[in-house]
């Protein structure tokens, strides 16, 4: 069974600070890959950043960075620089071997504060 | 367009009514996948399509939910006789290929409510 495990509903951070948000995961599937999502008020769900399974590196985009620690099966979101901006919920999300579904946390809500 | 779209944004049914709502995935994508998400918790999954097939329907929650993507593009999911537990946001998000290194890009989903 794949499953997604997000234990902080909520965090706060000073601006301009960095943040971790921590997530893990459980599966059996050979290959998969972790996905990070923003989800603000609004509602969309905004791609952050992708890193694979078989990814030597740990994966960055921006200010976004993933650190992949494949034996302990965490994936976790470290946001550097926090802009009042990243104030949102955040979903972590696997998606499997035969592609069929991206399974979800239950997400992180983050509050950059002034 | 340039991204996934979704019609309408809101709809309040009476409890009883069908309901249709819309996906226009990006353009050239192949997967589509429907997810349902209450309030203050994460998507869960209903239904993928691979173009017009429909591979996975494991998360329709019962046979009043129906999903269709006939010319592999537009999708539909239908909720018939809609009861107050279906009251939630609907998401519709689109990806380029099948594999698991491939993001979903996502629309900004249809908020139902069941009064």
């Known amino acids: 069974a794949q499953k997604i495990t997000q234990t902080q509903p909520g965090m706060f951070v000073q601006e301009k600070e960095a943040v971790t948000l921590d997530c893990t995961y459980d599966t059996s599937d050979p290959s998969y890959g972790l996905f990070w999502y923003k989800q603000p008020s609004s509602g969309e769900m905004i791609f952050l950043i992708y890193?694979?399974?078989?990814?030597?590196q740990n994966a960055t985009e921006g200010r976004y960075s993933l650190n992949f620690q494949k034996a302990r099966k965490s994936a976790n979101l470290v946001i550097s620089a926090s802009q009042l901006g990243d104030s949102a919920m955040y979903f972590c999300a696997m998606r499997g071997h035969t592609g069929n579904q991206f399974y979800f946390g239950t997400g992180t809500s983050l509050t950059v504060i002034p | 367009g340039a991204g996934v779209s979704q019609s309408p944004r809101y709809k309040v049914a009476k409890r009883g009514q069908d309901v249709a709502l819309r996906c226009d995935p990006i353009?050239?994508?192949?997967?589509l996948f429907w997810y349902q998400q209450a309030l203050g918790q994460g998507p869960e999954f209903l239904t993928y399509?691979?173009?017009?097939?429909?591979?996975?329907k494991s998360g329709l929650p019962s046979d009043r939910f129906f999903a269709e993507r006939p010319e592999g593009s537009v999708s539909t999911l239908k909720i018939q006789r809609t009861q107050q537990e279906d009251s939630a946001v609907y998401l519709c998000a689109s990806s380029l290929a099948r594999q698991e290194n491939t993001e979903a890009f996502f629309g900004q989903g249809t908020r139902l409510t069941v009064v």
């Open positions: 353009s050239g994508h192949v997967s």
């Open positions: 890193q694979g399974s078989y990814d030597q």
């Open positions: 399509f691979q173009n017009e097939a429909q591979l996975d």
